[in-house]
């Protein structure tokens, strides 16, 4: 039986929409790759964006904080290799500002299993999952309550990377990325790879 009450549970929905409205290096990828290839393609990357998310979540409600806790190396490791796995890609979007638009079918990666790398190479979310969790709901949470914390989360990221991917797709939207294609992969690629460099160099 369920025991977190609809209060809390809309509580959840309203922070967690907030933080998801906040730039990040999922937003910014599936951004440009609506742009780019359009809502197709795009919408597959965001639904694997809204999956990686969605198992931080997961893993907070299996206690992964606790573990990062005990062993402070283990999240010094995971926020290097996400970092370095950002940079990565953020360095590609900058080589890659020049060439020629893709076919469609082409995708550059544009699939639902890149879309999760990408948002789990983020540890970030599992800490916002994670003071979410510990913030609204009791400490002693039974598996229907985690199934149903789990389910929203999953929905409300389905949601927006959707809602994301379908408006950044939007034909006066893509016309104004063709003209300065250049300049916008330039700039996503270098935002991307300083969130990742962020993430390395903070303690």
């Given amino acids: 039986m369920i025991q977190i009450t609809a209060d809390q549970l809309g509580l959840f929905v309203a922070t967690l929409s907030v933080a998801i409205l906040s ?22 990357y965001g639904w ?7 198992v931080w979540c997961l893993f907070a409600l299996l206690g992964l904080t606790a573990l990062f ?9 995971l926020k290097m290799l996400g970092g370095a796995y950002l940079i990565w890609i953020g360095a590609k979007m900058w080589r890659h500002a020049a060439d020629p ?27 916002f999952y994670s003071a979410v969790l510990l913030s609204i709901f009791p400490a002693a949470l039974s598996p229907a ?20 991917a379908s408006l950044m797709a939007l034909p006066l939207l893509r016309r104004r990325y063709y003209a300065a294609k250049f300049w ?7 935002a991307i790879a300083l969130l990742g460099l962020s993430l390395v160099l903070r303690p």
Avoid: C, H
């Avoid at 694997?48 to 998310?53: F, K, Q, R, V």
């Avoid at 062993?71 to 010094?76: E, G, I, K, Q, R």
């Avoid at 789990?150 to 959707?162: D, Q």
């Avoid at 916008?184 to 270098?190: E, T």
């Fill in 101 to 127: 638009l893709p076919e469609a079918s082409a995708g550059r990666g544009m699939g639902i299993w890149s879309g999760m790398a990408l948002n789990l190479s983020n540890p970030k979310p599992a800490l």
């Fill in 145 to 164: 309550d985690k199934g149903a914390i789990f389910a929203v989360a999953l929905s409300v990221e389905l949601f927006f990377y959707t809602a994301l």
């Fill in 23 to 44: 730039p990040g290096p999922g937003v910014i990828a599936v951004s440009q790759g609506a742009f780019a290839l359009g809502r197709t393609r795009a919408l597959a």
């Fill in 69 to 77: 806790r005990v062993a402070p190396w283990t999240l010094v490791l």
């Fill in 184 to 190: 916008i992969d330039r700039g996503a690629g270098a």
């Fill in 48 to 54: 694997g964006l809204a999956i990686g998310a969605s």
